[in-house]
C-alpha cells in the first residue's frame, strides 16, 4: 500500500490532545511508526520513557519541552529529539494550535507512544 487515507485511520481523544497513527507495522511499515498528533492550547503530554529514541517534529505552534526538570522552549518548525529512555513532557504555550508528527522504532508490538 503506497497511499493511506488518514481520514479512514481511528483517532485516540484525551484531554487537549487528539492523535492517530499514521504509520506502523499493522499498516505494512515496519519497523517504525509515525504518530500525527494535535496539542491544544494549554494542552501538555508527558511522554513516558520508551526502550527507543524519538523524534518529534513541530509543524505548528510553540510549546516548552520539559526533560529532567529542565525546560526549554521551541517554535515551529523544528525537530525535537528524545534519547530513550528519558521523561520528557511537550505543552503547547502557545496561542494555537501545536502539530506534530512523532516517530521511532518500536522494539516489541504496535501500541499508543505514552
Do not use: Y
Not at 487537549?16 to 505494512?28: D, E, I, K, V, Y
Not at 501538555?44 to 524519538?54: G, M
Not at 528519558?86 to 516489541?108: H, K, R, W, Y
Request: proline share 8%; glycine share 8%.
Amino acid at each position: 500500500m503506497h497511499v493511506i487515507d488518514h481520514s479512514t485511520l481511528p483517532r485516540l481523544h484525551a484531554e487537549g490532545r487528539q492523535r492517530f497513527a499514521a504509520a506502523h507495522r499493522g499498516l505494512g511499515f515496519a519497523p517504525f511508526e509515525l504518530w500525527m498528533e494535535i496539542l491544544e492550547i494549554d494542552a501538555r503530554v508527558d511522554l513516558q520513557p520508551i526502550e527507543c529514541a524519538r523524534i518529534v517534529l513541530v509543524l505548528t505552534g510553540h510549546g516548552k519541552l520539559v526533560v529532567d526538570g529542565a525546560a526549554q522552549r521551541f517554535h515551529a518548525p523544528c525537530s525535537l529529539v528524545l534519547p530513550a529512555g528519558i521523561d520528557s513532557q511537550v505543552v503547547n504555550i502557545g496561542a494555537e494550535l501545536m502539530q506534530l508528527v512523532t516517530g521511532f522504532t518500536p522494539a516489541a508490538a504496535v501500541s499508543p507512544p505514552p
